[in-house]
C-alpha cells in the first residue's frame, strides 16, 4: 500500500477543513491514501512528524495574525522541542482575509517557517486563499492539490 498523505487541518469555522476534503478527494483520485486530522487530534507531534512523509498543512488565521485554536498545542509543541524534521515533505494551503493585510494568511505563514525552520522541506508554492477574493478556496485548493501531486512524485 502507498504512503498515506495526512492533511492537517487548523481551523475556527470550517472552511480549512472543507478545503481538506477536496484536498483529499484530489489525492485519492489520483491513486493515493489521504486521511484528514484535525491538528489537536495529532499525538505526540514531534515524533509523528519528525518519521516523515508527505504531509500537507491547511491552516486560516485568527486573531491578530495567530494560528486557529486547535492548531496551537501543535504549533508550540514543535516551537519547543525542536524536533529535526529533515524527513518531512510538506505542502502549506493558508486561508486568510486581506481586510487583515498586516497579517494576511499568518496562519499558514507561520506554521510553513516553523516547519522550515525545523528541517522539513516545503514541495511547491504555498497557496493563500483570502476570503475576500473572487475564488473559492475549494476551487484554488484543488488545482493546486494536481500541481503539488506532481512535484510530490518528484521529490524523493
Ligand atoms: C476574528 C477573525 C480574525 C481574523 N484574523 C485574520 C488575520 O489576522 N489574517 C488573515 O489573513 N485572516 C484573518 N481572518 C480571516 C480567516 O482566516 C478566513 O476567513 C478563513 O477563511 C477562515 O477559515 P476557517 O473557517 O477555516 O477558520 C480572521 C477572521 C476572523 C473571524
Known amino acids: 500500500m502507498s504512503e498515506t498523505i495526512t492533511i492537517l487541518v487548523a481551523t475556527m469555522s470550517g472552511t480549512a477543513?472543507?478545503?481538506?476534503?477536496?484536498?483529499?478527494?484530489?489525492i485519492e483520485e489520483a491513486g493515493l491514501n489521504?486521511?484528514?486530522l484535525r491538528m489537536e487530534k495529532l499525538k505526540e507531534p514531534a515524533?509523528?512528524?519528525?518519521?516523515?512523509g508527505r504531509w500537507i498543512v491547511c491552516s486560516s488565521t485568527y486573531g491578530t495574525g495567530d494560528v486557529p485554536d486547535n492548531g496551537k498545542d501543535l504549533y508550540a509543541a514543535l516551537d519547543?522541542?525542536?524536533?529535526?524534521?529533515?524527513?518531512?515533505?510538506?505542502?502549506?494551503?493558508?486561508?486568510?482575509?486581506?481586510?487583515?493585510?498586516?497579517?494576511?494568511?499568518?496562519g499558514g505563514k507561520k506554521f510553513d517557517a516553523l516547519l522550515s525552520s525545523l528541517g522539513a522541506v516545503r514541495i511547491g508554492e504555498r497557496l493563500e486563499h483570502d476570503a475576500r477574493g473572487p475564488d473559492y478556496p475549494e476551487d484554488l485548493a484543488a488545482a493546486?492539490?494536481?500541481?503539488?501531486?506532481?512535484?510530490?512524485?518528484?521529490?524523493a
Do not use: H, Q
Not at 493546486?144 to 521529490?155: C, F, I, Q, S
Open 17 to 26: 477543513e472543507m478545503v481538506a476534503e477536496t484536498v483529499a478527494e484530489r
Open 80 to 106: 519547543s522541542e525542536r524536533p529535526d524534521l529533515s524527513a518531512l515533505r510538506y505542502g502549506v494551503i493558508a486561508l486568510g482575509d486581506s481586510v487583515y493585510p498586516n497579517t494576511f494568511c499568518f
Open 34 to 36: 489521504a486521511r484528514i
Open 47 to 52: 515524533v509523528a512528524l519528525g518519521k516523515g
Open 144 to 155: 493546486w492539490t494536481d500541481t503539488w501531486l506532481e512535484l510530490v512524485g518528484d521529490v
